[in-house]
């Protein structure tokens, strides 16, 4: 009998283990191509929690975050463009006018990992890794700083909610509403183009300080000093070495707090609770 989603929500031993070990193929062509190019990425979020405190994956997570410097998510593109193995598709912005999210996900073609709040209308739902932009900040604190990290997450609100209108159009605000019904005509594309150059503006290589914007954990954590990640030092994770920020004890604490070590409550041991699982051909 074939391994299936239970209840939405947790996967089967034998397919959890099948999922990480496609997610983990997806990782080690894309760390070979940053290194044959000498771009930078990093294990961040709860891949580098996980290499630190299992050596690997979180025993209940399923997915995969690593991060790259703006220049270096850029170029990672153009290259990949004709170096990434026929096997993946670079799922972003560029490549689907109906993508919404201002981080790039790394797919595997002939598969499928379909979250419950994936949009209907995103055509590719292959297994993934994702990659986040590492952008560049003059200042962790003031008001141009929290007005940036508050307007870009309006933005991704409303892009998120213009392509999922149909099913969250009773949810939404009054006023949600009638900006959305303001940018409905306008393309997906366009939006995206506005999220992403607003992501990059108002500082350069110089200024001393890494913001993520697409992270579900917020702007204010997600600034930190860029010597936080300067001088990437490595670590196993799943049995093979990647690279994992300098200071990646502050940088953990900093998101998990200082019992990061420690194991969370049952409760909290949660995966992205996918509706359909699709490995090679065989639907699961």
């Known amino acids: 009998m074939p391994n299936k989603v239970n209840n939405g929500d947790h996967l089967t031993t034998g397919l959890f283990e099948q999922l ?5 193929s997806i990782l080690l062509d894309v760390a070979t191509l940053c290194e044959k190019h000498n771009l930078t990425y ?26 790259m410097p703006r220049k270096d998510f850029e170029a990672f593109q153009k290259i990949a463009k004709t170096e990434l193995p026929e096997s993946l598709f670079l799922h972003y912005g560029t490549t689907d ?8 996900k790394i797919r595997k073609n002939g598969t499928i990992f379909e979250e419950e709040s994936a949009s209907p209308s995103i055509k590719h739902k292959g297994i993934f890794i994702d990659i986040f932009p590492l952008d560049n900040a ?23 909610l213009k392509i999922n209108e149909k099913t969250t159009l009773h949810q939404i605000v ?37 913001v993520n914007h697409g992270s579900q954990y917020g702007y204010k954590k997600q600034t930190m000093p860029k010597t936080m990640y300067d001088t990437a030092a490595t670590t196993v994770f799943e049995g093979h070495n990647f690279r994992i920020p300098a200071q990646t004890e502050q940088l953990l604490e900093r998101i998990y707090g200082k019992k990061y070590m420690e194991l969370p409550p049952v409760e909290k041991r949660i995966t992205h609770k996918p509706k359909r699982i699709q490995l090679k051909e065989e639907i699961i």
């Open 42 to 67: 990093y294990l961040i979020g709860g891949t580098l929690l996980g290499a630190i405190r299992h050596d690997g994956f979180i025993p209940w997570d399923d997915d995969i975050d690593i991060a």
């Open 20 to 24: 990480k070990q496609v997610e983990l």
């Open 97 to 104: 006018a109906e993508y919404y999210l201002p981080i790039i």
């Open 174 to 210: 009054p006023w949600k509403k009638a900006v959305l019904k303001l940018i409905k005509p306008v393309p997906t594309s366009f939006l995206f183009r506005v999220l992403t150059n607003y992501m990059q503006s108002g500082a350069d290589d110089s200024a001393p300080y890494y």
């Open 138 to 160: 003059k200042k962790n604190s003031g008001f141009l700083f929290h007005m940036k990290g508050r307007l870009l997450k309006q933005l991704k609100s409303l892009l998120f």
